[in-house]
Every structure is written in structure tokens, then in C-alpha cells.
């Protein structure tokens, strides 16, 4: 622990090595990890990636440090908070005819109006209670309350929505549960990470929880319908087709823009209509674990509005590498996925030659020095279209 006076003054929380103390660390779930709070955080993770935990041992920690005891962690360093507020999952009480979403507004409402610059405070999946579009938007305003008071915390949440809302935070970092691929497994790590995760793993975790597997495969193809019905398909350019719009999109004008060209450079006799499908990536999200070890296209769109194409089998290391260079922290990406090293490398030597005819200013010219593909009337007919479609 730091000296007293110093912890009256730091607003800066910093815990190395924090453990789940509850848990047993030769069984493999007690995960350490280490917490730099500067800010408020907004948690996003699967279901079964440790929110609840790391709430649970912020919460542990900061008690026992304040009291001058024992901390579960290497080492700490916990501000002299005026308040410790924890908010953890509700349950109706009938005694009180309250339902589930009023006792949670009730002491949320108590959190909000009595948190200062100096609590901590630590709400477990807020707005959990209601109807999803109006829970939402009621967590987006706490959100940017206990943002505007300037306290420390964590706000952690399901809610992928708030994620589209125009709010407004100066106080406020995203930060994930992060999640790996293993053997074709989508798994969580229980390492706190930065950036946003939109993985659930709902369906997997019903299966492992031993829900029958018809209901997962028809819950699995209800989804499927769902996404579907998000999806219409509008004029954009005379002469050019059609473009797959997502109702209620927030994505800035120039990405949708970059999208309608890469669709339609695919489309001119490299793949059928349909099989590309572009994912995009907001400047703080993460791409989903999947992509790791997949073959995939991507577009940056820098904050100057000039592309750079790529391709790689690492998704989410590639964005990291680029987003640790200065000025590509808010930059938005597009990717796809394509079935194939050799098949990516000949997309992102197209996508390069055609995009500037486009109307776009690319930074990266050099990969696309094979122009007879790139730019050729022909190059379709030179590839066997087997090797051309992509796999959905």
C-alpha cells in the first residue's frame, strides 16, 4: 500500500496481479490480472469471461486496502475513496411489490445521486431488468452522469447498443473481457483487455449448461432470421447495384461508402452477389475472436480519409500493431473473410488497383504492383471461378 498521504491525493487506482481469491488457482480459473484505473470503464465480455470476478475483487480490494488489511493482489495502490458503491445482479421482492428493474433502479438511483469524484463505484450488468432499446438508453445516461461526476469504476453490460448511442463521455475508456479460438472453440481468457467485445457466447454457454440441442439449433437459426430482417437492400449508385444497408446504422458516411466499393469491385466477376460480407469495426472495438486464424480483407480508414488495404490470418494483432501508431487510434475498419492466404493476396492486389478508381486516396500503393490482375477486364476469366467464390 502507498503512504497516507499520497492515497489522499491520487485519484489513480492501480492493482497488479489481482486475484479472484475465492477461486483456486491450481484449477486454472483463479486468472490474475492487472488493473490500471485512471477513469471509468465500461466492460464489455462473453458470458463466463470473469465481469462478475473482477468486479467482485476491485471491490474486495479497495475495502481491504482502505481498512488496512491483506490485498488479494503483488501490489496496490488504492485512493483514500469517500465511497465504495457495488451493484450486483437484483431479484424481484414481493414483499415490497417491487419488481426485479425497480429495486435496480432504486439503487442505482442512490448510487447516481450520492457518487463523488472521489467513490468507486462498480455496477454489474446495468439495465439487465427491461425491455432492451429503452434499458439501453437508460444505461447510457447513467453512463455519461457518473461520467460528468469524474468518479472512478466499472460499468459492465450486454447492452452492445450503447455502443451506437451518440453519447457523450470525457471520462470513460472501453475495456473487454478478452476471448480466444482454440481448436475451432471460441473460449474466454478471463484477462482484462482494451476495446469492446460483442461476443456473448449465449448459444455455447446454453449447451454447455446442458439446454437440448434442438432448442439451440432452431435458437441458433431464429438468430439468423433476426440478423436477416436488419438487412435491406437500397439503390446507390445508377448502374451499380444495390448495397446491404443495416437499419439504424451508425457508421460514419465514408465507411458505408468504402463498403458499397468493395462490394461492388468483388462483385464485377471475382464473387457472386452476396458472398462478401463486410463487417465494420468501430475506432476502440475489437474484431471477434474468430477472425483469428481466419484469412481476411481489411480497409483502415484513416482520420484523413486515406485507405489502407490489407490482408492477414491475425486479425485482431494486425488492428492492435495499427492502432499503436499515432493517428490511427479512431481510425474504422472494414474487413471480410475469405477462404485463403493465396486468395486474400490476390483481393488486396485488387482492391488496391481499383479502389482509387473509386474516387479514394489509398496510402499503400506498393502491394498492388501485379496490375495485370488488378486492373484487367479479364482477370476473372484467367482464374478458374472455383478458386474465386467465397465460402459463406
Given at each position: 500500500?502507498?503512504?497516507?498521504?499520497?492515497?489522499?491525493?491520487?485519484?489513480?487506482?492501480?492493482l497488479?496481479?489481482?486475484?479472484?481469491?475465492?477461486?483456486?488457482?491450481?484449477?486454472?480459473n483463479?486468472?490474475?490480472?492487472?488493473?490500471?484505473?485512471?477513469?471509468?470503464f465500461?466492460l464489455?465480455g462473453p458470458?463466463g469471461?470473469?465481469?462478475?470476478?473482477i468486479?467482485?475483487?476491485?471491490?474486495?480490494?479497495?475495502?481491504l486496502?482502505?481498512?488496512g488489511l491483506?490485498v488479494?493482489?503483488?501490489?496496490?495502490?488504492?485512493p483514500?475513496?469517500?465511497?465504495?458503491?457495488?451493484?450486483?445482479?437484483t431479484?424481484?421482492?414481493?414483499?415490497?411489490?417491487?419488481?426485479?428493474?425497480q429495486?435496480?433502479?432504486?439503487e442505482?438511483?442512490s448510487?447516481?445521486?450520492?457518487?463523488?469524484?472521489?467513490?468507486?463505484?462498480?455496477?454489474?450488468?446495468?439495465?439487465?431488468?427491461?425491455?432492451?432499446?429503452?434499458?439501453t438508453?437508460?444505461?447510457?445516461?447513467?453512463?455519461?452522469?457518473?461520467?460528468?461526476?469524474?468518479?472512478?469504476?466499472?460499468?459492465?453490460?450486454?447492452?452492445?447498443?450503447?455502443f451506437?448511442?451518440?453519447?457523450?463521455t470525457n471520462n470513460?475508456?472501453?475495456?473487454?473481457?478478452?476471448?480466444?479460438?482454440?481448436?475451432?472453440?471460441?473460449?474466454?481468457t478471463?484477462?482484462?483487455?482494451?476495446?469492446?467485445?460483442r461476443e456473448?457466447l449465449?448459444?455455447?454457454?446454453?449447451?454447455?449448461?446442458?439446454?437440448?440441442?434442438?432448442?439451440?439449433?432452431?435458437?441458433?437459426?431464429?438468430?439468423?432470421?433476426?440478423k436477416?430482417?436488419?438487412?435491406q437492400?437500397?439503390p446507390?449508385?445508377?448502374?451499380?447495384?444495390s448495397k446491404?444497408?443495416i437499419?439504424?446504422?451508425?457508421?460514419e458516411?465514408?465507411?458505408?461508402?468504402?463498403?458499397?466499393?468493395?462490394?461492388?469491385?468483388?462483385?464485377?466477376?471475382?464473387?457472386?452477389?452476396?458472398e462478401?460480407?463486410?463487417?465494420?469495426?468501430?475506432?476502440?472495438?475489437?474484431?471477434?475472436?474468430?477472425t483469428?486464424?481466419?484469412s481476411?480483407?481489411?480497409?483502415i480508414?484513416?482520420?484523413?480519409?486515406?485507405?489502407?488495404?490489407g490482408q492477414?490470418?491475425?486479425?485482431?494483432?494486425?488492428?492492435?500493431a495499427?492502432?499503436?501508431?499515432?493517428?490511427?487510434?479512431?481510425?474504422?475498419?472494414?474487413?471480410?473473410?475469405?477462404?485463403?492466404?493465396?486468395?486474400?493476396?490476390?483481393l488486396?492486389?485488387?482492391?488496391?488497383?481499383?479502389?482509387?478508381?473509386?474516387?479514394?486516396?489509398?496510402?499503400?500503393?506498393?502491394?498492388?504492383?501485379?496490375?495485370?490482375?488488378?486492373?484487367?477486364?479479364?482477370?476473372?476469366?484467367?482464374i478458374p471461378?472455383?478458386?474465386?467464390?467465397l465460402?459463406?
Open positions: 500500500m502507498q503512504g497516507e498521504a499520497e492515497a489522499k491525493t491520487t485519484r489513480e487506482m492501480e497488479l496481479g489481482l486475484l479472484p481469491y475465492w477461486l483456486e488457482t491450481s484449477q486454472g483463479a486468472i490474475p490480472n492487472d488493473v490500471k484505473m485512471h477513469s471509468l465500461l464489455t458470458n469471461g470473469g465481469k462478475s470476478s468486479l467482485r475483487s476491485i471491490c474486495a480490494a479497495s475495502v486496502g482502505i481498512c491483506m488479494p493482489a503483488k501490489s496496490a495502490v488504492i483514500n475513496f469517500d465511497s465504495v458503491m457495488l451493484h450486483m445482479k431479484y424481484d421482492s414481493p414483499a415490497d411489490g417491487k419488481s426485479t428493474f429495486i435496480e433502479m432504486s442505482i438511483r448510487i447516481v445521486t450520492r457518487a463523488t469524484e472521489r467513490s468507486l463505484v462498480l455496477i454489474d450488468e446495468i439495465c439487465r431488468g427491461t425491455e432492451t432499446a429503452k434499458g438508453c437508460i444505461a447510457g445516461s447513467i453512463l455519461e452522469t457518473l461520467d460528468q461526476v469524474g468518479c472512478l469504476g466499472i460499468i459492465s453490460t450486454h447492452l452492445h447498443g450503447l451506437d448511442l451518440p453519447i457523450s470513460t475508456v472501453f475495456k473487454a473481457m478478452g476471448a480466444e479460438t482454440v481448436n475451432g472453440v471460441i473460449k474466454p478471463l484477462k482484462l483487455t482494451d476495446g469492446v467485445c456473448s449465449a448459444f455455447q454457454t446454453a449447451q454447455r449448461e446442458g439446454m437440448p440441442d434442438p432448442i439451440i439449433t432452431r435458437a441458433e437459426e431464429l438468430y439468423e432470421s433476426m436477416e430482417s436488419k438487412v437492400y437500397v446507390v449508385v445508377p448502374g451499380m447495384g446491404p444497408v437499419n439504424g446504422s451508425k457508421s458516411p465514408l465507411a458505408k461508402e468504402v463498403e458499397r466499393s468493395i462490394l461492388v469491385i468483388c462483385q464485377k466477376g471475382v464473387v457472386k452477389a452476396g462478401v460480407a463486410c463487417v465494420i469495426v468501430g475506432p476502440r472495438e475489437q474484431p471477434p475472436p474468430s483469428v486464424g481466419a481476411c480483407l481489411y480497409v480508414i484513416r482520420s484523413d480519409k486515406k485507405l489502407y488495404v492477414t490470418d491475425d486479425l485482431v494483432g494486425r488492428l492492435r495499427h492502432r499503436s501508431k499515432e493517428g490511427m487510434q479512431d481510425a474504422t475498419t472494414i474487413y471480410f473473410v475469405v477462404p485463403g492466404k493465396s486468395f486474400a493476396c490476390k488486396e492486389t485488387l482492391l488496391i488497383n481499383q479502389l482509387p478508381l473509386e474516387g479514394f486516396k489509398l496510402v499503400n500503393k506498393a502491394d498492388g504492383r501485379h496490375r495485370n490482375f488488378g486492373t484487367s477486364a479479364l482477370y476473372h476469366d484467367a471461378h472455383e478458386a474465386l467464390t465460402q459463406t
